[in-house]
């Protein structure tokens, strides 16, 4: 049966293989900032990537606003961490959001907003890039179902092993090696 402890034990076996070959670990989210994570004693933090709130426009006229904090989106008071005005103001992701760590070195990783308005959803992927300094956001796409898809690429971008060419450490490779994480 799937009741009791052993339910559960089977649950987070069947998670852990799905984290495996979808080839990205969770990161922790602090529940104190909503610009910080953890993942096996590093820290990935992203509050001085950007002077949040962030504004895109895209190819369509659409504006976008986001901030980890949480933005105003329209005028009914109501704050989210993407807010979307087309015809009108839309909730594109609030939270909690959940963070997703693909690589390591060079890395990569995002935050994913879930919990918008109709179902919609925004992921924030950030691709280190020593060649881009200071860091480049781009609107990148309206996928299906209404997933907003953001990209952030530079130089720094919240790493925990600094900014370039700097290389994790020991411990960031075993945990990368652990969660099938690829290390550039």
Known sequence: TW????????????LIALAALAGASQLSADPDSPFVAYGNGTTWDISKVFKYPVTLSEKRGYTYWWDPRNVSCGSSGATTAVCQRADQYYNCGSGPAIWLLDQIS??????M?????????????????????PPVITFTAEQPFLQYDILVRGKCIGQPFGCGNAKPNEAALMFARLHNITHG
Do not use: C, H, N
């Open 113 to 133: 907003y879930p919990g918008g308005s109709e179902w919609r959803v925004t992921v924030v992927s950030f691709e280190e890039d020593p060649t881009i300094d």
């Open 3 to 14: 009741g009791g402890f052993q339910g559960f034990q089977m649950l987070v076996l069947a």
């Open 106 to 111: 060079p890395a990569k990783f995002s935050i």
